[in-house]
T-cell receptor, first 110, second 116 residues
Framework: KNEVEQSPQNLTAQEGEFITINCSYS?????LHWLQQHPGGGIVSLFM???GKKKHGRLIATINIQEKHSSLHITASHPRDSAVYIC????????????FGTGTSLTVIP | GAGVSQSPSNKVTEKGKDVELRCDPI?????LYWYRQRLGQGLEFLIY????????KSGLPSDRFSAERTGESVSTLTIQRTQQEDSAVYLC??????????????FGEGSRLTVL
């Protein structure tokens, strides 16, 4: 069964804290995407990963293909990082649909 | 254009009316997706187009919903005889897809539909 699970569902952090959001999936994938949606805003693609690690500013995304797990890290978190973070994958044996995690709602308090 | 463009950004309609939502994907993107997002909820898949292949309509909630795409360009999502439960943000996304090769997924700003 093609499943994507995210944790935690909700996360509150103090400004400056290191944040980790996790995503697990059930079977092999062709790529994993991390998306960001600000309240009332559009959805922005942060990363697309098929292996290893990517870094963009304070954001780091890693993926472990063997363990079917990815993490999104935010270093030195800031209130503007408050958003919903969504993991999305494409299962190559399940057509070309994207399967989405339920999202992690992050609130960073000043 | 530089990004995925959707119109209208906001649409208020009366129950029973038909509405048409438009999506202009990024040039060269073969794959186009429509999603629905109700307030406070996640993304609900509606329909997917890939090149000239038959669309995947498995997510359309009823026969009141239909969508078309002309080649690899503009797509239109039509909702007939709108109901209040159709109120949501309708999001379009596009990506380059070729076999197992997936490009990044780019979303439009969405069309917010309110059915009175």
């Amino acid at each position: 069964k093609n499943e994507v699970e995210q944790s935690p569902q909700n996360l509150t952090a103090q400004e400056g804290e290191f944040i980790t959001i996790n995503c697990s999936y059930s079977v092999g994938i062709s790529a994993l995407h991390w998306l960001q949606q600000h309240p009332g805003g559009g959805i922005v693609s942060l990363f697309m990963l098929s292996s290893g690690k990517k870094k963009h500013g304070r954001l780091i995304a890693t993926i472990n293909i063997q363990e079917k797990h990815s993490s999104l890290h935010i270093t030195a978190s800031h209130p503007r990082d408050s958003a919903v973070y969504i993991c999305a994958v494409r299962f190559p044996l399940a057509g070309n649909q994207f399967y989405f995690g339920t999202g992690t709602s992050l609130t960073v308090i000043p | 254009g530089a990004g995925v463009s959707q119109s209208p950004s906001n649409k208020v309609t009366e129950k029973g009316k038909d509405v048409e939502l438009r999506c202009d994907p990024i040039s060269g993107h073969t794959a186009l997706y429509w999603y629905r997002q109700r307030l406070g909820q996640g993304l609900e898949f509606l329909i997917y187009f890939q090149g000239n292949s038959a669309p995947d309509k498995s997510g359309l909630p009823s026969d009141r919903f239909s969508a078309e795409r002309t080649g690899e360009s503009v797509s239109t999502l039509t909702i007939q005889r709108t109901q209040q439960e159709d109120s949501a943000v309708y999001l379009c996304a596009s990506s380059f897809l070729a076999g197992a090769i997936t490009g990044e997924l780019f979303f439009g700003e969405g069309s917010r539909l309110t059915v009175l």
